[in-house]
Every structure is written in C-alpha cells, then in structure tokens.
C-alpha cells in the first residue's frame, strides 16, 4: 500500500475512534440504529477493530443496536467474531453489511 493511502486509512481510522467515542458520550438513549458507509473512496470513517470493540463494550446497558455498514472491511473475520460476539450478548440487535444504496433507500418514513 502507498504512503498516502495508507495516510488516508489512518485518518479514516482516527474519525472512527472520535466518532465512536462521541456516540457512547453524547448519544440519546433512544438511539437504537446506525447506518454508515463510504461515499468516496477516500473520505468517511472505518471502526479499526479495537475502536469497534471499545464502542460496543462502551455501549453496554443501552437498547440493543442495528447497524447497517456499507463498506467490505466489515466482511473480514476478525471483525465478525467481535460482532458475534456482541451479537451473541445482546448489545447488537443486527448488524448488516450491505450497498450504499441500499443504506440510503432502505428505511421507513
């Protein structure tokens, strides 16, 4: 990987750990769904596998989450067992990987 998309990974991964630590500190508690994803390849935000780890610990006690992410990186293994597990302890509701158009679209008035 270059030097500057490897740049660009890491600024998406620091939005990531500050998005996270804002929605744990500042969220209402009746917040119970979030859709994310990347619109362009090279801006947004990625949860690296600690923040994602760290947000659901954080998040415990809470209404139990959807969240619906439109990025691959989500597919990955590693990133499966922390969702199973998160799943499997009822701090995620769902969690589904799926197009950006259906992030947008898919939702009821």
Known sequence: MSEQLE??????????????????QSAPDNLTEIRFG??????????????????????RGRKALSMYACDLEYKKVEYAEIIKKYIDEGV????I???????????EL
């Open 7 to 24: 740049s660009v990974e890491e600024e998406k991964f620091e939005s990531g750990e500050k998005l996270s630590r804002a929605l744990t």
């Open 38 to 59: 990347e619109i362009f390849p090279y801006s947004g935000f990625k949860f690296s596998l600690k923040t994602l780890d760290t947000f659901f610990d954080n998040w």
């Open 92 to 95: 995620i509701k769902e969690f």
């Open 97 to 107: 990987r799926g197009s950006l158009k259906d992030a947008i679209f898919d939702y």
